[in-house]
C-alpha cells in the first residue's frame, strides 16, 4: 500500500478530531499519540515528495547541459 500526503494528513485530522471530542482521558491520549504518528508519516512522505521533484528537476537540468553540449560538438567548427 502506497501512504500519500493527502491519506496521512487526514488521518491526522480525523485523530485530532477524535482527541478533541473524546471525553476520556485514555481515548484522548490514544488519539494524540495516533495523531503525532500520521502527523510525522505525513511529513515523510512530504519530503519524499519534494525530494523526489527536486532530483527529477537536477536531471533534467543535467540531460539539458548534456543535449547543450553535444549540439555544440556538432557545429562546424570556424
Do not use: G, Y
Not at 10 to 30: G, K, P, Q
Not at 59 to 74: H, K, Q, T
Amino acid at each position: 500500500m502506497h501512504l500519500s500526503f493527502d491519506f496521512c494528513d487526514a488521518r491526522a485530522r480525523e485523530a485530532a478530531a477524535t482527541a478533541a471530542s473524546a471525553t476520556l482521558d485514555n481515548i484522548r491520549e490514544r488519539a494524540l499519540r495516533s495523531e503525532a504518528a500520521w502527523r510525522q508519516l505525513a511529513d515523510t512522505q512530504q519530503a519524499i515528495v519534494t525530494e523526489r521533484e527536486k532530483r527529477d528537476r537536477e536531471r533534467e537540468a543535467d540531460r539539458s547541459a548534456r543535449a547543450l553540449d553535444e549540439i555544440a560538438l556538432l557545429q562546424p567548427q570556424a
